[in-house]
Every structure is written in structure tokens, then in C-alpha cells.
């Protein structure tokens, strides 16, 4: 199986800038859809930031123009930067990856990472 590592989380104060990494071993990116999640108490699990393998992006629209998803093949490793934090972004985390883009944009990936806790007081 593929295995996904984060990291990058911890604690920021709101308007600072973070960048979250994610690792895979056993498998590259290359021809893979990659996505990254976030799920904070009492919420949904919900897609943040995706990107195919062609390149295309998606972001929802409470992360657009904060937030950009981003790949390095050669390093096998996704990283999600985000900008302009608000305690509201205050999750744990996910990266995920799936040979289809649709199992990423429908939340059903076949391979998950822990997740990485990333918290933004005010």
C-alpha cells in the first residue's frame, strides 16, 4: 500500500503563513491525483485543495486566493501552502492520493495519510 506522511502542522497566529508536506513511499505522484483535506471537531471531513495529474486545481472557496496546492514528482511529495490563516482553518489535516481525480473531488481517495494538526490563535 501506499504510505502518506504530514508534515508541517502546528501552532500559528492568524495572518501568518504555513506550509504543509506530504510524503509518499512506495509509489510516485507522477500519474497520480493528489488532494488535502481538513477536519476539525464536530465538522465534516472536507476537501480543501486538489490537483490532477495535469495539473489542474480545485479549492474551496473558503481557502481560494489563501491557499495553494502544489507537487514536486521527483521528491514524491505534495505540499499545501497556506497564507493569510485564520483560527477558522484550525484543523487536523490530511493529504490523499488516488489514481482518479473524481475518488479525490467525491472524498473517496484510496490512500490516506495521519494527518498533521494545524492550530491558528488569534
Known amino acids: 500500500q501506499v504510505q502518506l506522511v504530514e508534515s508541517g502542522g502546528g501552532l500559528v497566529q492568524a495572518g501568518d503563513s504555513l506550509r504543509l508536506s506530504c510524503a509518499a513511499s512506495?509509489?510516485?505522484?507522477?500519474?497520480?491525483?493528489l488532494g488535502w483535506y481538513r477536519q476539525a471537531p464536530g465538522k465534516e471531513r472536507e476537501l480543501v485543495a486538489a490537483?490532477?495529474?495535469?495539473?489542474?486545481?480545485y479549492y474551496a472557496d473558503s481557502v481560494k486566493g489563501r491557499f495553494t496546492i502544489s507537487r514536486d514528482n521527483a521528491k514524491n511529495t505534495v505540499y499545501l501552502h497556506m497564507n493569510s490563516l485564520k483560527p477558522e482553518d484550525t484543523a487536523v489535516y490530511y493529504c490523499?492520493?488516488?489514481?482518479?481525480?473524481?475518488?479525490?473531488?467525491?472524498?473517496?481517495?484510496?490512500?490516506w495519510g495521519p494527518g498533521t494538526q494545524v492550530t491558528v490563535s488569534s
Open positions: 490523499a492520493t488516488d489514481v482518479f481525480m473524481t475518488k479525490i473531488r467525491s472524498n473517496a481517495p484510496a490512500y
Open positions: 512506495g509509489r510516485a505522484f507522477s500519474n497520480y491525483a
Open positions: 490537483l490532477s495529474s495535469g495539473g489542474s486545481t
